[in-house]
């Protein structure tokens, strides 16, 4: 197969211009994008990408947790398909390349594919993947649930700090599909992504090849104090559980600095009750996210977040609950993925590194299904999960022709 003239099939302007326009689709004002999962706009830009999807001859279907998949079909239908997308959720707010790159890159690959008018093999999916990002529902939801590492039923019954359920929203945005989840054979899972690091933009690499991923932890800790009145109960008396709160968030922050560049942790939620301006907070929750080179760092972390919980209940009296950490240790991604990636950026032009993933991505569960790679491509200022998120036009043309090379290999031609 000849890469370099199926590059040109890849309309770089359209891709653009579809990245652009959904981006608008829950535009902030600086120029980012909020989407929450299972949102007004959430399901907004759901249903654009169908509507594109369809245009380009694809067929749609929607799984019970929300997934959505277009997909082109092969002359070979039977086999296995290739797979590839991301997500359509953001932060809050977010940016107009996390997650959407992957998703409008593969519909761009189909319509590549298209207009080439060769007789490729096997078919391609287009995945839409149901809350990646956690900002409303436990995060990784579509995905998880797919790689069956969560029931569809546990998934459904989450519900949001409103007590919202996933169900009950799904069916309120028309996504509440009745497909099973999972259960099929896939050939592979590519996703493409912004790198959310300066590693490549600082080697003046354009493509980045994903070996694998971190050790992971996530800590939950509960400061319990007690109410008083903020302006009568004496200071020696007080028992501030925003105080130890504190504490706590000063000292873990400093573990996390003590490890740069391997390591890293910080406090990054926080729930304080009653929070008034008149009461002492009684009640404080505290989530930790934790990610490390190994497994001797990451245990080092959490040990020293032990030790400083000791410490803080010492100096304040008060009670700090330790509730048991997530632990998600590092996958490696598939090396025959990896050279095709790096075959494909070679054939077309594009120096290629190596390189680790910090980050959480769909592509991690998807790892437990079947081959997976993760391509990644710079970001400026390795700037992501907000407003001023960028992917400049040249780098996601060069992602999206890798991605195409890498899928068109796969597929094959009969």
């Known amino acids: 197969m000849n890469i370099e003239s199926l590059k040109h099939n890849l309309d770089p302007s359209r891709l653009w211009s579809d ?3 959904l981006g608008a689709i829950g535009v902030t004002p600086k120029g980012g994008s909020s989407r929450v999962a299972l949102s007004d706009a959430d399901r907004d830009a759901r249903n654009l990408f169908v509507y594109w999807a369809k245009e380009a001859g694809m067929t749609i ?8 998949f277009a997909r082109r079909e092969g002359r070979e239908p039977e086999l296995p398909p290739v797979m590839i997308g991301s997500h359509l959720d953001t932060q809050t707010p977010g940016g107009k390349f996390d997650g959407i790159l992957g998703v409008l890159a593969g519909l761009e690959v189909v319509r590549a594919m298209n207009r080439s008018k060769l007789p490729f093999r096997r078919s391609v999916e287009v995945a839409v993947w149901t809350n990646e990002e956690g900002v409303r529902f436990p995060g990784l939801m579509g995905s998880s649930v797919f790689a069956k590492l969560k029931s569809v039923e546990q998934a459904l019954a ?24 999972g259960d ?3 050939d592979s899972y590519i996703e493409l992504h912004i790198e959310q690091g300066a590693l490549l933009e600082k080697a003046n690499v354009t ?14 800790l509960t400061v319990h104090g007690s109410n008083g009145h903020a302006q009568t109960a004496p ?3 007080r028992k501030n559980a925003l105080y130890g709160a504190a504490q706590l968030i000063s000292r873990i922050e400093q573990v996390g600095l003590s490890h740069e560049p391997h390591g890293m942790v910080s406090v990054t939620e926080i729930e304080c009750l009653p929070n008034n301006m008149i009461n002492l907070p009684h009640y404080c929750n505290l989530k930790y996210l934790i990610v490390h080179d190994t497994e001797a760092g990451r245990s080092q972390i959490i040990e020293q977040i032990k030790e400083i919980i000791a410490t803080v209940k010492q100096e304040t009296g008060l009670l700090v609950d330790d509730e048991s950490e997530l632990s998600l240790d590092r996958l490696d991604f598939s090396p025959e993925l990896l050279d095709l990636t790096e075959n494909a950026a070679e054939s077309l032009g594009y120096k290629s590194m190596r390189l680790s993933t910090l980050t959480g991505h769909d592509a991690l569960q998807m790892h437990h299904v079947c081959p997976t790679a993760i391509i990644f491509v710079p970001c400026e200022g390795g700037l992501s999960h907000c407003e001023e998120e960028w992917c400049s036009e040249e780098h996601v043309t ?7 090379a890498a899928v068109a290999s796969r597929v094959g031609i009969v």
Request: positive net charge; proline residues 2%.
């Open 235 to 237: 200071m020696s008396h």
């Open 61 to 68: 279907k929607v799984d019970r947790i929300g997934n959505v």
């Open 158 to 181: 989450d519900v949001d700090k409103n007590g919202i359920s996933v169900a009950t929203e799904l069916k309120r945005i028309g996504y509440a599909g009745q497909e099973p989840v």
């Open 19 to 21: 990245l652009m326009t």
């Open 207 to 220: 493509i980045g090849a994903v070996t694998n991923s971190s050790w992971w932890a996530i800590g939950n």
């Open 398 to 404: 060069a992602g999206a022709q890798v991605l195409l």
């Open 184 to 186: 099929r054979a896939l």
